[in-house]
T-cell receptor, first 116, second 112 residues
Framework: EPEVTQTPSHQVTQMGQEVILRCVPI?????FYWYRQILGQKVEFLVS????????KSEIFDDQFSVERPDGSNFTLKIRSTKLEDSAMYFC??????????????FGDGTRLSIL | GENVEQHPSTLSVQEGDSAVIKCTYS??????FPWYKQELGKRPQLIID?????GEKKDQRIAVTLNKTAKHFSLHITETQPEDSAVYFC???????????FGSGTKLNVKP
């Protein structure tokens, strides 16, 4: 069964540095998402992406964050000037369709981001 | 925006018993409701979903019910097994918005 893959599995970064989290969605999926999960808390929506542009974003997704699909397979989340409170598990997800014909999201294994 | 509330936060049942987890949502435009199971340190995995045009859906020991009028939906697990122990999240999504709102999670412990 095809899977969403994320790299790295664990990223340790100094506060103030930039990080790029990488995701390879399932190949025929059209909708891509990033979520954040602080340890022991719920999954929080960050952003959705379709047709090479952001379709929705949450209040968490401020100017510090950006997403990009640099080629036909990768989907990245960049966090500029990281803060201690950015420490969390970041999940990428993809789905075949959204909108009226909702399709399930498939999640990757996540990247654990630790800011020191 | 949408607000999803989930109860209980923890649930402990004896193996073989049933477990029920409930979620309420606030936005009547929400029309898609997936449930995810997350084992410790792992990815959320979809276990069942329901769309607003049906009231109930069943898949072996797992079922989901939806009451659109009351704006709540529930996950039912029958004949629970120790391997059902995990955190379960509900979520809601509106048709015209590509954005999912998650509940706060229920930690289910099935005692052998």
């Amino acid at each position: 069964e095809p899977e969403v893959t994320q790299t790295p599995s664990h990223q340790v970064t100094q506060m103030g540095q930039e990080v790029i989290l990488r995701c390879v969605p399932i190949s025929n999926h059209l909708y891509f998402y990033w979520y954040r999960q602080i340890l022991g808390q719920k999954v929080e929506f960050l952003v959705s992406f379709y047709n090479n542009e952001i379709s929705e974003k949450s209040e968490i997704f401020d100017d510090q964050f950006s997403v990009e699909r640099p080629d036909g397979s990768n989907f990245t989340l960049k966090i500029r000037s990281t803060k201690l409170e950015d420490s969390a598990m970041y999940f990428c997800a993809s789905s075949l369709r959204a909108g009226v014909a909702n399709q399930p999201q498939h999640f990757g294994d996540g990247t654990r981001l630790s800011i020191l | 925006g949408e607000n999803v509330e989930q109860h209980p936060s923890t649930l402990s049942v004896q193996e073989g018993d049933s477990a029920v987890i409930k979620c309420t949502y606030s936005d009547s435009a929400s029309n898609y409701f997936p449930w995810y199971k997350q084992e410790l340190g792992k990815r959320p995995q979809l276990i069942i979903d329901i769309r607003s045009n049906v009231g109930e859906k069943k898949d072996q020991r797992i079922a989901v019910t939806l009451n659109k009028t009351a704006k709540h939906f529930s996950l039912h697990i029958t004949e629970t097994q120790p391997e059902d122990s995990a955190v379960y999240f509900c979520a809601a999504k509106a048709a015209n918005f590509n954005k999912f709102y998650f509940g706060s999670g229920t930690k289910l412990n099935v005692k052998p």
